[in-house]
Protein backbone atom coordinates (compact mmCIF):
# COMPACT_ATOMS: atom_id res chain seq x y z
CA UNK A 1 0.00 0.00 0.00
CA UNK A 2 1.42 3.34 -1.41
CA UNK A 3 -0.67 5.20 0.81
CA UNK A 4 0.66 6.69 4.21
CA UNK A 5 -2.27 6.34 6.61
CA UNK A 6 -2.82 9.26 9.20
CA UNK A 7 -3.63 6.58 11.39
CA UNK A 8 -3.34 2.53 11.07
CA UNK A 9 -5.92 0.14 12.45
CA UNK A 10 -4.99 -2.49 14.60
CA UNK A 11 -8.12 -3.35 16.38
CA UNK A 12 -11.84 -2.15 14.86
CA UNK A 13 -15.20 -4.28 16.22
CA UNK A 14 -16.88 -1.35 17.33
CA UNK A 15 -16.82 2.07 18.71
CA UNK A 16 -15.73 1.59 22.24
CA UNK A 17 -13.57 -1.54 20.83
CA UNK A 18 -11.15 0.45 18.65
CA UNK A 19 -7.61 0.74 18.86
CA UNK A 20 -4.93 1.91 16.60
CA UNK A 21 -1.32 3.56 15.89
CA UNK A 22 -1.35 7.26 14.74
CA UNK A 23 2.01 7.10 13.71
CA UNK A 24 4.43 6.36 10.91
CA UNK A 25 5.78 2.98 12.56
CA UNK A 26 4.18 0.43 15.29
CA UNK A 27 6.51 1.50 18.04
CA UNK A 28 7.06 4.76 18.06
CA UNK A 29 4.04 5.76 20.03
CA UNK A 30 1.21 4.05 22.29
CA UNK A 31 -1.53 2.80 20.90
CA UNK A 32 -4.30 4.50 21.13
CA UNK A 33 -8.37 4.82 21.22
CA UNK A 34 -9.74 6.18 18.32
CA UNK A 35 -10.62 9.37 19.93
CA UNK A 36 -6.97 9.71 20.83
CA UNK A 37 -6.91 8.34 24.28
CA UNK A 38 -4.37 5.91 25.27
CA UNK A 39 -5.44 2.16 25.08
CA UNK A 40 -2.31 0.84 25.26
CA UNK A 41 -0.88 -2.71 24.01
CA UNK A 42 3.15 -3.46 23.72
CA UNK A 43 4.45 -6.29 21.95
CA UNK A 44 8.09 -7.16 22.48
CA UNK A 45 10.20 -10.09 21.01
CA UNK A 46 13.31 -11.64 23.35
CA UNK A 47 15.78 -13.19 21.50
CA UNK A 48 19.90 -14.11 22.24
CA UNK A 49 19.12 -12.32 25.61
CA UNK A 50 18.00 -9.09 24.38
CA UNK A 51 14.47 -7.69 24.52
CA UNK A 52 13.20 -5.85 21.12
CA UNK A 53 10.25 -3.35 20.85
CA UNK A 54 7.94 -3.41 18.61
CA UNK A 55 4.89 -2.50 19.34
CA UNK A 56 3.78 0.88 21.71
CA UNK A 57 6.04 2.61 23.55
CA UNK A 58 8.23 1.58 26.57
CA UNK A 59 11.26 4.02 27.89
CA UNK A 60 14.59 2.59 27.43
CA UNK A 61 13.44 -0.08 25.33
CA UNK A 62 15.33 -1.59 22.57
CA UNK A 63 13.55 -1.08 19.38
CA UNK A 64 13.13 -3.25 16.35
CA UNK A 65 13.12 -1.42 12.74
CA UNK A 66 10.36 -1.32 10.74
CA UNK A 67 10.70 -2.49 7.76
CA UNK A 68 7.23 -2.33 5.81
CA UNK A 69 3.59 -1.78 6.29
CA UNK A 70 0.84 -2.92 4.68
CA UNK A 71 -2.62 -2.23 5.02
CA UNK A 72 -5.56 -4.24 2.99
CA UNK A 73 -9.56 -4.14 3.90
CA UNK A 74 -9.22 -6.43 7.02
CA UNK A 75 -5.48 -6.91 7.96
CA UNK A 76 -3.05 -4.98 8.88
CA UNK A 77 0.44 -6.49 8.14
CA UNK A 78 3.90 -5.38 10.33
CA UNK A 79 7.63 -6.42 9.42
CA UNK A 80 10.72 -5.96 11.56
CA UNK A 81 13.89 -6.74 11.43
CA UNK A 82 16.96 -6.55 14.51
CA UNK A 83 20.44 -8.81 14.16
CA UNK A 84 19.24 -11.80 14.49
CA UNK A 85 15.47 -12.18 13.29
CA UNK A 86 12.81 -10.91 11.22
CA UNK A 87 9.37 -10.88 12.38
CA UNK A 88 6.05 -10.23 10.67
CA UNK A 89 2.95 -9.16 12.85
CA UNK A 90 -0.49 -8.99 11.56
CA UNK A 91 -3.70 -7.62 12.90
CA UNK A 92 -6.71 -9.18 11.63
CA UNK A 93 -10.27 -7.95 12.20
CA UNK A 94 -12.85 -10.26 10.54
CA UNK A 95 -15.23 -7.98 9.53
CA UNK A 96 -16.85 -10.10 6.85
CA UNK A 97 -20.52 -8.51 6.10
CA UNK A 98 -22.02 -12.18 5.27
CA UNK A 99 -21.74 -13.81 8.24
CA UNK A 100 -22.98 -11.70 10.61
CA UNK A 101 -22.29 -13.47 13.97
CA UNK A 102 -18.20 -13.66 12.89
CA UNK A 103 -18.46 -9.73 11.87
CA UNK A 104 -19.57 -8.75 15.55
CA UNK A 105 -17.89 -11.43 17.13
CA UNK A 106 -15.19 -9.11 19.80
CA UNK A 107 -12.38 -11.09 18.74
CA UNK A 108 -9.33 -9.73 16.84
CA UNK A 109 -6.14 -11.37 16.28
CA UNK A 110 -2.71 -10.94 16.18
CA UNK A 111 -1.04 -12.89 14.82
CA UNK A 112 3.37 -13.34 14.71
CA UNK A 113 5.29 -15.30 12.65
CA UNK A 114 9.38 -14.70 12.73
CA UNK A 115 12.38 -16.18 10.79
CA UNK A 116 15.84 -16.18 11.28
CA UNK A 117 18.41 -13.14 10.01
CA UNK A 118 21.62 -14.44 10.41
CA UNK A 119 21.42 -17.63 9.55
CA UNK A 120 20.84 -19.79 12.81
CA UNK A 121 18.06 -21.03 14.53
CA UNK A 122 16.50 -18.61 17.60
CA UNK A 123 14.20 -18.88 20.23
CA UNK A 124 11.83 -16.10 20.55
CA UNK A 125 9.50 -15.14 22.83
CA UNK A 126 6.63 -12.91 21.54
CA UNK A 127 5.07 -11.06 24.67
CA UNK A 128 1.64 -8.94 23.94
CA UNK A 129 0.92 -6.81 27.30
CA UNK A 130 -2.52 -5.35 27.34
CA UNK A 131 -3.28 -2.36 29.50
CA UNK A 132 -6.19 -2.36 32.03
CA UNK A 133 -7.24 1.07 30.85
CA UNK A 134 -9.07 -0.56 27.72
CA UNK A 135 -11.66 -0.99 29.65
CA UNK A 136 -11.82 2.51 31.30
CA UNK A 137 -13.02 5.79 29.93
CA UNK A 138 -10.03 6.96 31.88
CA UNK A 139 -6.76 4.84 33.52
CA UNK A 140 -7.27 4.53 37.23
CA UNK A 141 -11.07 5.72 37.11
CA UNK A 142 -12.13 3.12 39.07
CA UNK A 143 -9.84 -0.18 40.48
CA UNK A 144 -9.70 -3.40 37.96
CA UNK A 145 -9.12 -6.69 38.77
CA UNK A 146 -7.22 -9.67 36.97
CA UNK A 147 -9.05 -13.07 36.50
CA UNK A 148 -6.52 -15.95 35.29
CA UNK A 149 -8.48 -18.07 33.21
CA UNK A 150 -6.51 -20.28 31.29
CA UNK A 151 -7.47 -24.41 30.99
CA UNK A 152 -5.42 -27.21 29.50
CA UNK A 153 -5.19 -26.11 25.39
CA UNK A 154 -6.43 -22.50 26.52
CA UNK A 155 -4.36 -19.84 27.97
CA UNK A 156 -6.09 -16.45 28.76
CA UNK A 157 -6.52 -13.84 31.25
CA UNK A 158 -9.17 -11.19 32.03
CA UNK A 159 -9.41 -7.50 33.35
CA UNK A 160 -12.19 -6.01 34.32
CA UNK A 161 -13.10 -2.36 37.01
CA UNK A 162 -14.29 -3.80 40.24
CA UNK A 163 -17.57 -1.43 40.01
CA UNK A 164 -19.44 -2.53 36.63
CA UNK A 165 -22.10 0.29 35.79
CA UNK A 166 -23.15 -0.81 32.45
CA UNK A 167 -24.87 1.70 30.12
CA UNK A 168 -24.64 4.15 32.82
CA UNK A 169 -22.90 7.25 30.34
CA UNK A 170 -23.26 8.62 27.11
CA UNK A 171 -21.66 10.79 24.79
CA UNK A 172 -19.04 11.30 22.23
CA UNK A 173 -15.50 11.78 23.47
CA UNK A 174 -15.80 8.71 25.94
CA UNK A 175 -14.88 5.69 26.31
CA UNK A 176 -16.60 2.45 27.75
CA UNK A 177 -16.04 1.89 31.83
CA UNK A 178 -17.64 -1.26 31.76
CA UNK A 179 -17.04 -4.95 30.66
CA UNK A 180 -13.88 -7.00 30.16
CA UNK A 181 -10.59 -7.25 28.04
CA UNK A 182 -9.45 -10.51 27.06
CA UNK A 183 -6.21 -11.69 26.00
CA UNK A 184 -5.73 -15.01 24.79
CA UNK A 185 -3.72 -17.79 22.54
CA UNK A 186 -4.09 -21.83 22.34
CA UNK A 187 -0.88 -22.02 21.98
CA UNK A 188 0.86 -24.54 23.65
CA UNK A 189 3.62 -22.63 24.99
CA UNK A 190 1.25 -19.41 26.18
CA UNK A 191 1.79 -18.26 29.47
CA UNK A 192 -0.28 -15.19 30.57
CA UNK A 193 0.32 -12.97 33.70
CA UNK A 194 -0.42 -9.53 35.36
CA UNK A 195 1.41 -6.36 36.56
CA UNK A 196 -0.31 -3.76 38.78
CA UNK A 197 0.65 -0.27 39.26
CA UNK A 198 -1.32 2.68 41.11
CA UNK A 199 -1.45 6.29 40.92
CA UNK A 200 -0.90 9.23 43.64
CA UNK A 201 -4.18 7.74 45.10
CA UNK A 202 -3.86 4.41 45.47
CA UNK A 203 -6.17 3.65 42.64
CA UNK A 204 -5.13 0.09 41.62
CA UNK A 205 -4.63 -1.04 37.60
CA UNK A 206 -3.56 -4.34 35.71
CA UNK A 207 -1.38 -4.92 32.99
CA UNK A 208 -1.87 -8.14 31.79
CA UNK A 209 0.85 -10.13 29.35
CA UNK A 210 0.33 -13.07 27.45
CA UNK A 211 3.78 -14.62 25.55
CA UNK A 212 4.21 -17.19 23.49
CA UNK A 213 7.98 -18.85 22.38
CA UNK A 214 8.66 -19.72 18.99
CA UNK A 215 11.61 -21.35 16.97
CA UNK A 216 12.62 -19.63 13.77
CA UNK A 217 12.66 -22.89 12.02
CA UNK A 218 9.90 -25.15 12.78
CA UNK A 219 7.42 -23.27 15.05
CA UNK A 220 7.51 -20.39 13.56
CA UNK A 221 4.45 -18.75 14.18
CA UNK A 222 1.70 -17.64 17.17
CA UNK A 223 -1.78 -16.17 17.80
CA UNK A 224 -3.20 -14.35 20.21
CA UNK A 225 -6.45 -13.63 20.59
CA UNK A 226 -8.13 -9.58 22.51
CA UNK A 227 -11.31 -9.35 22.82
CA UNK A 228 -14.05 -7.38 24.80
CA UNK A 229 -17.16 -8.32 26.57
CA UNK A 230 -19.45 -4.83 26.91
CA UNK A 231 -21.87 -7.50 28.39
CA UNK A 232 -24.89 -5.14 27.05
CA UNK A 233 -23.85 -3.45 24.08
CA UNK A 234 -27.08 -0.76 24.25
CA UNK A 235 -30.14 0.73 25.54
CA UNK A 236 -32.75 0.65 23.37
CA UNK A 237 -35.85 2.30 24.29
CA UNK A 238 -35.27 1.92 28.15
CA UNK A 239 -34.15 -2.05 27.68
CA UNK A 240 -30.73 -2.90 27.61
CA UNK A 241 -29.47 -5.06 24.12
CA UNK A 242 -26.79 -7.76 23.82
CA UNK A 243 -24.82 -7.96 20.64
CA UNK A 244 -25.43 -9.70 17.94
CA UNK A 245 -22.92 -12.11 18.40
CA UNK A 246 -24.53 -13.48 21.94
CA UNK A 247 -27.83 -14.05 20.58
CA UNK A 248 -27.70 -18.04 20.74
CA UNK A 249 -26.29 -18.39 23.91
CA UNK A 250 -22.37 -17.99 23.55
CA UNK A 251 -19.99 -17.14 25.99
CA UNK A 252 -17.17 -14.64 25.65
CA UNK A 253 -15.08 -17.79 26.51
CA UNK A 254 -16.52 -19.76 23.91
CA UNK A 255 -16.26 -17.35 21.17
CA UNK A 256 -12.32 -16.79 21.56
CA UNK A 257 -11.76 -20.17 21.72
CA UNK A 258 -13.75 -20.61 18.61
CA UNK A 259 -12.04 -17.34 17.29
CA UNK A 260 -8.54 -19.01 17.69
CA UNK A 261 -9.92 -22.32 15.99
CA UNK A 262 -11.13 -20.84 12.80
CA UNK A 263 -7.92 -18.30 12.26
CA UNK A 264 -6.56 -20.44 9.20
CA UNK A 265 -9.59 -20.44 7.74
CA UNK A 266 -11.20 -16.97 8.18
CA UNK A 267 -7.63 -15.54 6.95
CA UNK A 268 -7.69 -16.71 3.78
CA UNK A 269 -11.68 -15.69 3.46
CA UNK A 270 -9.94 -12.30 4.18
CA UNK A 271 -7.43 -13.07 2.13
CA UNK A 272 -9.69 -13.59 -0.56
CA UNK A 273 -12.00 -10.75 0.05
CA UNK A 274 -8.95 -8.12 -0.10
CA UNK A 275 -8.03 -8.91 -3.24
CA UNK A 276 -11.70 -8.99 -4.60
CA UNK A 277 -12.18 -5.50 -2.91
CA UNK A 278 -8.69 -4.42 -4.88
CA UNK A 279 -9.08 -5.45 -8.17
CA UNK A 280 -13.03 -4.27 -8.22
CA UNK A 281 -11.96 -0.59 -7.16
CA UNK A 282 -9.08 -0.77 -9.18
CA UNK A 283 -11.33 -1.34 -12.19
CA UNK A 284 -13.90 1.17 -10.91
CA UNK A 285 -10.87 4.37 -10.27
CA UNK A 286 -7.36 3.51 -10.01
CA UNK A 287 -5.16 1.94 -7.39
CA UNK A 288 -5.72 5.58 -5.31
CA UNK A 289 -8.91 4.72 -5.02
CA UNK A 290 -8.73 0.88 -4.37
CA UNK A 291 -6.25 2.12 -1.19
CA UNK A 292 -8.83 4.68 -0.02
CA UNK A 293 -11.56 1.89 0.36
CA UNK A 294 -8.96 -0.60 1.82
CA UNK A 295 -8.40 2.13 4.73
CA UNK A 296 -12.67 3.04 5.03
CA UNK A 297 -13.35 -0.75 5.06
CA UNK A 298 -13.02 -1.62 8.36
CA UNK A 299 -12.95 1.88 9.88
CA UNK A 300 -16.80 2.52 8.60
CA UNK A 301 -18.25 -0.95 9.36
CA UNK A 302 -16.55 -0.98 13.67
CA UNK A 303 -18.01 3.03 14.10
CA UNK A 304 -21.27 0.65 14.26
CA UNK A 305 -22.75 -1.79 16.71
CA UNK A 306 -24.21 -4.83 15.29
CA UNK A 307 -27.10 -5.85 17.96
CA UNK A 308 -30.95 -7.87 17.81
CA UNK A 309 -34.29 -6.18 18.98
CA UNK A 310 -36.74 -7.48 21.24
CA UNK A 311 -38.02 -9.05 18.01
CA UNK A 312 -35.17 -11.06 17.43
CA UNK A 313 -34.44 -8.01 13.85
CA UNK A 314 -30.89 -6.69 13.03
CA UNK A 315 -29.82 -3.11 14.69
CA UNK A 316 -27.05 -1.75 13.17
CA UNK A 317 -26.39 1.40 15.03
CA UNK A 318 -23.93 4.01 14.28
CA UNK A 319 -21.78 6.46 16.30
CA UNK A 320 -21.77 10.70 15.50
CA UNK A 321 -17.81 10.23 16.16
CA UNK A 322 -16.49 13.97 17.01
CA UNK A 323 -19.54 15.35 16.06
CA UNK A 324 -21.75 15.08 18.95
CA UNK A 325 -22.17 10.98 19.84
CA UNK A 326 -25.54 10.84 18.16
CA UNK A 327 -26.62 6.76 17.61
CA UNK A 328 -28.18 5.80 14.31
CA UNK A 329 -28.69 9.40 12.81
CA UNK A 330 -30.61 9.26 9.57
CA UNK A 331 -27.85 11.84 7.45
CA UNK A 332 -24.82 9.50 9.21
CA UNK A 333 -26.67 6.62 7.80
CA UNK A 334 -27.00 7.76 4.49
CA UNK A 335 -23.78 8.51 3.28
CA UNK A 336 -22.91 5.18 4.23
CA UNK A 337 -24.81 2.71 3.12
CA UNK A 338 -23.11 2.21 -0.28
CA UNK A 339 -20.54 -0.09 1.83
CA UNK A 340 -23.31 -1.46 3.41
CA UNK A 341 -25.83 -2.24 0.11
CA UNK A 342 -22.99 -3.65 -1.71
CA UNK A 343 -21.97 -6.50 0.84
CA UNK A 344 -25.69 -6.66 3.00
CA UNK A 345 -28.46 -5.06 2.94
CA UNK A 346 -30.05 -6.46 5.67
CA UNK A 347 -27.04 -3.97 7.65
CA UNK A 348 -28.65 -0.95 6.35
CA UNK A 349 -32.22 -1.94 7.57
CA UNK A 350 -30.98 -1.99 10.95
CA UNK A 351 -29.83 1.32 10.80
CA UNK A 352 -33.29 2.09 9.68
CA UNK A 353 -35.20 0.22 12.53
CA UNK A 354 -34.61 2.36 15.39
CA UNK A 355 -35.80 5.44 13.18
CA UNK A 356 -39.32 4.05 12.10
CA UNK A 357 -39.87 2.58 15.99
CA UNK A 358 -39.18 6.56 16.99
CA UNK A 359 -41.77 8.07 14.75
CA UNK A 360 -44.05 5.50 15.32
CA UNK A 361 -44.22 7.22 19.04
CA UNK A 362 -46.33 9.65 20.08
CA UNK A 363 -43.66 11.80 21.50
CA UNK A 364 -42.80 12.63 17.55
CA UNK A 365 -45.52 14.59 16.79
CA UNK A 366 -43.69 16.01 13.82
CA UNK A 367 -44.79 14.96 9.86
CA UNK A 368 -41.20 14.75 8.66
CA UNK A 369 -38.51 11.67 9.57
CA UNK A 370 -36.79 11.88 13.09
CA UNK A 371 -32.50 12.50 12.85
CA UNK A 372 -31.71 10.50 15.61
CA UNK A 373 -32.72 7.77 18.52
CA UNK A 374 -30.32 9.18 21.66
CA UNK A 375 -26.44 9.53 22.60
CA UNK A 376 -24.31 6.72 21.93
CA UNK A 377 -25.01 4.00 23.93
CA UNK A 378 -28.30 4.75 25.05
CA UNK A 379 -31.06 4.96 22.44
CA UNK A 380 -34.10 6.28 23.99
CA UNK A 381 -35.26 8.72 21.52
CA UNK A 382 -33.86 12.02 19.49
CA UNK A 383 -31.62 14.14 21.33
CA UNK A 384 -30.72 16.55 18.45
CA UNK A 385 -32.34 19.93 18.81
CA UNK A 386 -33.31 19.21 22.65
CA UNK A 387 -35.54 16.37 20.72
CA UNK A 388 -38.93 17.83 19.26
CA UNK A 389 -37.57 21.83 19.49
CA UNK A 390 -38.31 23.19 15.93
CA UNK A 391 -35.16 24.80 15.49
CA UNK A 392 -32.55 23.20 14.11
CA UNK A 393 -34.39 19.77 13.03
CA UNK A 394 -33.49 18.99 9.30
CA UNK A 395 -37.12 17.99 7.77
CA UNK A 396 -36.13 17.45 4.01
CA UNK A 397 -33.09 16.22 4.74
CA UNK A 398 -34.22 13.49 6.84
CA UNK A 399 -37.21 12.73 5.04
CA UNK A 400 -35.62 12.80 1.86
CA UNK A 401 -32.94 10.33 3.10
CA UNK A 402 -35.41 7.68 4.77
CA UNK A 403 -36.86 7.62 1.23
CA UNK A 404 -33.96 7.25 -0.76
CA UNK A 405 -32.10 4.60 1.26
CA UNK A 406 -35.92 2.75 1.97
CA UNK A 407 -35.84 2.34 -1.84
CA UNK A 408 -31.99 1.68 -2.85
CA UNK A 409 -32.67 -1.97 0.29
CA UNK A 410 -35.84 -2.77 -1.47
CA UNK A 411 -34.32 -2.46 -5.14
CA UNK A 412 -31.17 -4.39 -3.54
CA UNK A 413 -32.38 -7.28 -2.01
CA UNK A 414 -35.33 -7.19 -5.15
CA UNK A 415 -37.52 -7.54 -1.75
CA UNK A 416 -40.25 -4.60 -1.01
CA UNK A 417 -41.59 -5.89 2.20
CA UNK A 418 -39.13 -3.18 4.95
CA UNK A 419 -40.90 -0.69 2.66
CA UNK A 420 -44.18 -2.20 3.38
CA UNK A 421 -44.27 -2.75 7.09
CA UNK A 422 -43.38 1.03 7.37
CA UNK A 423 -45.46 2.47 4.26
CA UNK A 424 -47.30 5.29 6.37
CA UNK A 425 -44.33 6.70 7.33
CA UNK A 426 -42.72 6.84 3.70
CA UNK A 427 -46.29 8.13 2.29
CA UNK A 428 -46.01 10.54 4.67
CA UNK A 429 -42.43 11.92 4.28
CA UNK A 430 -42.96 11.62 0.57
CA UNK A 431 -45.90 13.64 1.47
CA UNK A 432 -44.02 16.16 3.12
CA UNK A 433 -41.13 16.71 0.49
CA UNK A 434 -43.96 17.21 -2.06
CA UNK A 435 -45.04 20.06 -0.39
CA UNK A 436 -42.14 21.15 1.24
CA UNK A 437 -38.91 20.17 -1.26
CA UNK A 438 -39.06 21.76 -4.16
CA UNK A 439 -37.45 24.98 -2.56
CA UNK A 440 -36.75 24.63 0.59
CA UNK A 441 -37.06 26.83 3.52
CA UNK A 442 -34.69 28.28 6.01
CA UNK A 443 -33.52 25.12 7.36
CA UNK A 444 -30.72 22.94 8.06
CA UNK A 445 -28.90 19.95 5.93
CA UNK A 446 -26.47 17.32 6.74
CA UNK A 447 -23.69 19.32 6.39
CA UNK A 448 -25.02 21.52 9.67
CA UNK A 449 -21.80 22.53 10.48
CA UNK A 450 -22.03 25.32 7.86
CA UNK A 451 -25.70 27.03 9.41
CA UNK A 452 -29.46 26.72 8.30
CA UNK A 453 -29.35 28.10 4.54
CA UNK A 454 -32.81 29.12 2.55
CA UNK A 455 -32.95 27.59 -0.81
CA UNK A 456 -30.88 25.04 -0.64
CA UNK A 457 -30.16 23.68 -4.61
CA UNK A 458 -28.88 20.15 -3.28
CA UNK A 459 -31.29 19.99 -0.74
CA UNK A 460 -33.90 20.31 -3.36
CA UNK A 461 -32.29 17.03 -5.33
CA UNK A 462 -32.70 15.34 -2.11
CA UNK A 463 -36.62 16.22 -2.12
CA UNK A 464 -36.52 15.27 -5.89
CA UNK A 465 -34.59 11.70 -5.41
CA UNK A 466 -37.00 10.79 -2.23
CA UNK A 467 -40.30 11.62 -4.28
CA UNK A 468 -38.95 9.53 -6.94
CA UNK A 469 -37.60 6.57 -4.48
CA UNK A 470 -41.02 6.39 -3.45
CA UNK A 471 -42.12 5.74 -6.50
CA UNK A 472 -39.73 3.42 -7.09
CA UNK A 473 -41.46 1.90 -3.87
CA UNK A 474 -44.58 2.27 -5.35
CA UNK A 475 -43.61 0.27 -8.55
CA UNK A 476 -42.10 -2.87 -7.01
CA UNK A 477 -45.67 -3.31 -4.78
CA UNK A 478 -47.30 -3.07 -7.93
CA UNK A 479 -48.66 0.63 -7.69
CA UNK A 480 -48.24 1.81 -11.17
CA UNK A 481 -50.54 4.51 -11.13
CA UNK A 482 -49.45 5.88 -7.78
CA UNK A 483 -45.71 5.41 -8.80
CA UNK A 484 -46.36 7.52 -12.45
CA UNK A 485 -48.30 10.00 -10.79
CA UNK A 486 -44.68 10.43 -8.29
CA UNK A 487 -42.62 10.27 -11.10
CA UNK A 488 -44.78 13.07 -12.72
CA UNK A 489 -43.98 15.36 -9.40
CA UNK A 490 -40.44 14.67 -9.26
CA UNK A 491 -39.73 15.40 -13.37
CA UNK A 492 -42.21 18.47 -12.77
CA UNK A 493 -39.55 19.63 -10.25
CA UNK A 494 -36.75 19.08 -11.98
CA UNK A 495 -38.04 21.70 -14.47
CA UNK A 496 -38.40 23.74 -11.71
CA UNK A 497 -35.06 23.24 -10.31
CA UNK A 498 -33.21 23.81 -13.56
CA UNK A 499 -34.65 26.93 -14.24
CA UNK A 500 -33.63 28.23 -10.76
CA UNK A 501 -30.45 26.94 -10.11
CA UNK A 502 -28.37 27.57 -13.12
CA UNK A 503 -25.64 29.98 -13.48
CA UNK A 504 -24.80 31.49 -16.71
CA UNK A 505 -21.48 29.71 -17.05
CA UNK A 506 -23.81 26.12 -16.89
CA UNK A 507 -23.31 25.06 -13.22
CA UNK A 508 -25.23 25.28 -10.92
CA UNK A 509 -26.18 27.18 -7.87
CA UNK A 510 -25.52 27.07 -3.51
CA UNK A 511 -28.93 28.49 -3.07
CA UNK A 512 -31.57 29.59 -5.55
CA UNK A 513 -31.20 32.92 -4.61
CA UNK A 514 -27.53 33.29 -5.15
CA UNK A 515 -26.11 33.80 -8.28
CA UNK A 516 -22.70 32.76 -8.87
CA UNK A 517 -22.29 30.40 -6.14
CA UNK A 518 -21.74 26.93 -5.98
CA UNK A 519 -21.76 23.56 -4.04
CA UNK A 520 -21.11 19.64 -4.67
CA UNK A 521 -24.49 18.42 -5.99
CA UNK A 522 -23.83 15.11 -4.23
CA UNK A 523 -27.72 14.11 -4.05
CA UNK A 524 -28.09 13.71 -7.91
CA UNK A 525 -26.01 10.52 -7.78
CA UNK A 526 -29.32 8.60 -7.05
CA UNK A 527 -30.60 9.65 -10.20
CA UNK A 528 -27.99 7.64 -11.78
CA UNK A 529 -28.37 5.01 -9.53
CA UNK A 530 -31.26 4.34 -9.88
CA UNK A 531 -31.62 4.70 -13.45
CA UNK A 532 -34.38 7.74 -13.18
CA UNK A 533 -32.92 9.67 -15.67
CA UNK A 534 -35.04 12.40 -14.24
CA UNK A 535 -32.00 15.12 -15.05
CA UNK A 536 -31.04 15.36 -18.92
CA UNK A 537 -27.90 13.86 -19.71
CA UNK A 538 -25.41 16.61 -19.58
CA UNK A 539 -27.04 18.45 -17.02
CA UNK A 540 -24.17 18.13 -15.11
CA UNK A 541 -21.15 18.59 -17.49
CA UNK A 542 -20.15 21.55 -16.81
CA UNK A 543 -20.67 21.31 -13.42
CA UNK A 544 -17.79 18.75 -12.60
CA UNK A 545 -15.63 20.15 -14.87
CA UNK A 546 -16.10 23.13 -12.67
CA UNK A 547 -15.51 20.87 -10.07
CA UNK A 548 -11.96 20.29 -11.38
CA UNK A 549 -10.95 23.73 -12.93
CA UNK A 550 -12.24 25.93 -10.69
CA UNK A 551 -13.24 24.57 -7.39
CA UNK A 552 -10.83 22.57 -6.06
CA UNK A 553 -7.93 23.14 -4.03
CA UNK A 554 -4.88 21.41 -3.67
CA UNK A 555 -6.37 18.45 -1.68
CA UNK A 556 -10.03 18.24 -2.75
CA UNK A 557 -13.20 19.50 -3.84
CA UNK A 558 -14.82 22.43 -1.76
CA UNK A 559 -18.16 21.30 -0.40
CA UNK A 560 -18.99 25.07 -1.56
CA UNK A 561 -18.11 28.80 -2.22
CA UNK A 562 -18.52 29.62 1.57
CA UNK A 563 -15.51 27.78 2.62
CA UNK A 564 -12.65 25.89 1.61
CA UNK A 565 -13.71 22.78 3.41
CA UNK A 566 -14.79 19.72 2.15
CA UNK A 567 -16.44 16.31 2.85
CA UNK A 568 -14.89 13.39 1.67
CA UNK A 569 -18.01 11.20 1.06
CA UNK A 570 -19.55 13.97 -0.83
CA UNK A 571 -16.29 14.26 -2.45
CA UNK A 572 -16.58 10.71 -4.21
CA UNK A 573 -20.18 11.05 -4.56
CA UNK A 574 -19.86 14.12 -6.30
CA UNK A 575 -16.76 12.98 -8.25
CA UNK A 576 -19.01 10.29 -9.52
CA UNK A 577 -21.59 12.62 -11.40
CA UNK A 578 -18.82 13.06 -13.85
CA UNK A 579 -19.22 10.89 -17.10
CA UNK A 580 -15.36 9.71 -17.89
CA UNK A 581 -13.12 8.20 -15.21
CA UNK A 582 -10.35 10.01 -15.58
CA UNK A 583 -11.91 12.66 -14.47
CA UNK A 584 -13.40 11.03 -11.08
CA UNK A 585 -9.62 9.92 -10.30
CA UNK A 586 -8.57 13.25 -11.09
CA UNK A 587 -10.72 14.45 -8.22
CA UNK A 588 -10.82 11.41 -5.86
CA UNK A 589 -6.35 11.09 -6.42
CA UNK A 590 -6.33 14.42 -4.16
CA UNK A 591 -8.76 12.71 -1.76
CA UNK A 592 -5.70 10.11 -1.37
CA UNK A 593 -3.08 12.66 -1.65
CA UNK A 594 -4.74 14.83 1.69
CA UNK A 595 -4.78 11.61 4.09
CA UNK A 596 -1.41 11.14 2.52
CA UNK A 597 0.41 14.18 3.48
CA UNK A 598 -2.59 15.70 6.47
CA UNK A 599 -0.55 16.46 9.72
CA UNK A 600 -3.97 15.21 11.67
CA UNK A 601 -2.76 12.12 12.42
CA UNK A 602 -6.59 10.07 13.14
CA UNK A 603 -8.41 8.18 11.69
CA UNK A 604 -9.73 9.07 8.35
CA UNK A 605 -11.69 12.33 8.83
CA UNK A 606 -14.55 13.49 6.26
CA UNK A 607 -14.28 16.84 7.18
CA UNK A 608 -11.15 18.82 6.52
CA UNK A 609 -9.81 22.07 4.10
CA UNK A 610 -8.92 21.46 0.94
CA UNK A 611 -5.80 23.81 1.34
CA UNK A 612 -3.33 22.00 4.01
CA UNK A 613 -5.46 18.84 4.78
CA UNK A 614 -5.86 19.63 8.21
CA UNK A 615 -8.67 18.21 9.76
CA UNK A 616 -12.03 20.70 10.63
CA UNK A 617 -13.59 18.18 13.34
CA UNK A 618 -15.19 14.54 12.67
CA UNK A 619 -12.77 11.29 12.91
CA UNK A 620 -12.96 7.48 12.67
CA UNK A 621 -16.05 8.12 10.93
CA UNK A 622 -19.22 5.96 9.61
CA UNK A 623 -19.75 7.97 6.85
CA UNK A 624 -16.53 6.58 4.97
CA UNK A 625 -19.24 4.11 3.58
CA UNK A 626 -19.63 6.49 0.85
CA UNK A 627 -16.36 6.30 -0.50
CA UNK A 628 -18.08 2.97 -1.80
CA UNK A 629 -20.42 4.58 -3.80
CA UNK A 630 -18.49 4.31 -7.38
CA UNK A 631 -18.03 0.64 -6.63
CA UNK A 632 -22.56 0.58 -6.25
CA UNK A 633 -22.74 2.55 -9.24
CA UNK A 634 -20.74 0.23 -11.77
CA UNK A 635 -22.00 -3.14 -9.92
CA UNK A 636 -25.69 -1.64 -9.93
CA UNK A 637 -28.01 -2.01 -7.05
Avoid at 329 to 350: H, Q, W
Avoid at 455 to 479: D, E, Q, V
Wanted: negative net charge; proline residues 4%.
Amino acid sequence: MNLRAPAVPLITIDPYFSIWSMADKLNESDTKHWTGKPHRMIGTASVSGKEYLFMGDKPNSLKMEQTSLDITALSTNYRFACDEIQLEITFTTPLLMDDLKLMSRPVSYIHAKGWTNDGKIHNVTITIMVDGEICQNLKYEFPTEYADLSQPGFTCGEIGSKIQNMLSVAGDDLRINWGYVYLASDHDQAVVTATTSTNEYGTLNHTMALSITLDTEQNAEGLFAVAYDDIKAIEYFHEPLNAYWKKDGQSIKEAIKQALSEYDTISNKCELFSSKLYQDATDSGNEKYAELLFLAYRQAIAAHKVCVDPNGDVLFISKENFSNGCAATVDVTYPSIPLFLLYNPELVKGMLRPIFKYASMDVWHYDFAPHDVGTYPILNGQVYSHGTCPTWQMPVEECGNMLIVSAAVALAENDISFAQENWSHLEKWCNYLIKNGVDPDNQLCTDDFAGHLAHNCNLSIKAIMGIASFSILNRLAGNEEKAEELLKIAGSMVEKWLAMAANEDGTFRLAFDRPGSFSMKYNAVWDQIFGLNLFPKDTFTAETRAYIEKYSGPYGLMLDNRNNYTKSDWLVWSASLCDNKEDFTTIVDRLWLAYNESESRVPMTDFYSTTDAKIENFQNRSVQGGLFIKLLIDKGI
